[in-house]
């Protein structure tokens, strides 16, 4: 745990997802190589975003947090997970270990863990140790993932969508409570993640035809599937009967997108 930075109350911990930094420099220009011929665009862009969000949100706390090469325990509960992603570019994988140097050398944290996807990692930091002591999180990606995550003390700031999503912000823009959203998101899947979700089922239908999902307190999925036969015998609607057609798959789902904290 001594990658944890001093606590300061005033000033939550900043928890910047690596990895999808990593690829978001290295498919952006410019693609820069070195006078040997060799990528650095990745590095160039990864350190640059780092430093705009030291001078941007200038916190006291910061980590950077990357996936560990090979498998992790979710290639073992569904085979085609992340199946379809072609492998990492090489001249995206030489430019990994100079990166972690230059972070390190920044004098930033950087966790890496084999067997630990960074999300899971980040999970945990934010929500079992950090949290804890009343302290609050924020965490830096563009993975949707991270959105069941948040609460009054842990926030998601989206890069791309210069969006800072808090308990608010996610009911104002799924119509339904942080508690719940990742049940949503084992109806639709993780296309990005070769996950996938009830066919016919999105994002309006969701929020439409279960109400209880609006609700601050969370829904079990046995409930909701309790309720979904219900609504079935009642009406016709068609959403009822295709959700209790996909059991399996959303239990699947949600086991598969669960961060393990």
């Not at 900043?14 to 410019?30: C, E, F, I, K």
């Not at 001078?55 to 910061?62: C, G, N, S, V």
């Not at 969508?161 to 912000?169: A, R």
């Not at 239908?205 to 609006?214: G, I, N, Q, S, W």
Request: include cysteine; hydrophobic fraction near 40%; proline fraction near 7%.
């Amino acid at each position: 745990r001594n990658f944890i930075m001093p606590k300061i109350a005033e000033n939550p911990l900043v928890l910047v997802d690596g990895s999808s930094y990593l690829y978001r420099a290295y498919y952006a220009p410019p693609h820069l190589t070195n006078s040997k011929g060799e990528a650095t665009g990745a590095v160039y862009g990864v350190i640059n975003m780092l430093r705009s969000l030291l001078k941007q949100y200038k916190p006291t706390q910061m980590a950077v947090v990357f996936d560990a090469k090979g498998k992790t325990f979710r290639n073992d509960m569904y085979e085609d997970y992340k199946a379809h992603r072609p492998p990492m570019p090489d001249d995206l994988r030489t430019q990994i270990e100079p990166l972690h140097r230059i972070i390190r050398a920044m004098g930033l944290p950087l966790v890496c863990i084999p067997g630990v996807e960074a999300d899971d990692v980040m999970a945990y930091i934010a929500n079992e140790i950090y949290t804890k002591d009343e302290n609050r999180a924020t965490i830096v990606s563009t993975d949707r993932d991270f959105l069941q995550l948040v609460n009054n003390r842990i926030s998601v700031w989206s890069p791309i969508k210069k969006k800072m999503y808090t308990p608010s912000v996610m009911q104002e823009e799924f119509g339904f409570s942080p508690k719940n959203y990742l049940l949503y998101r084992s109806f639709i899947g993780d296309k990005s993640d070769n996950i996938g979700g009830v066919e016919g089922l999105g994002l309006k239908t969701v929020a439409k035809r279960f109400p209880m999902l609006k609700a601050p307190s969370q829904v079990t999925i046995s409930g909701l599937m309790k309720y979904s036969a219900e609504m079935a015998e009642e009406t016709n609607i068609k959403a009822y009967p295709k959700v209790l057609e996909g059991r399996d798959t959303i239990f699947r789902n949600y086991r598969m997108m669960q961060l393990y904290a």
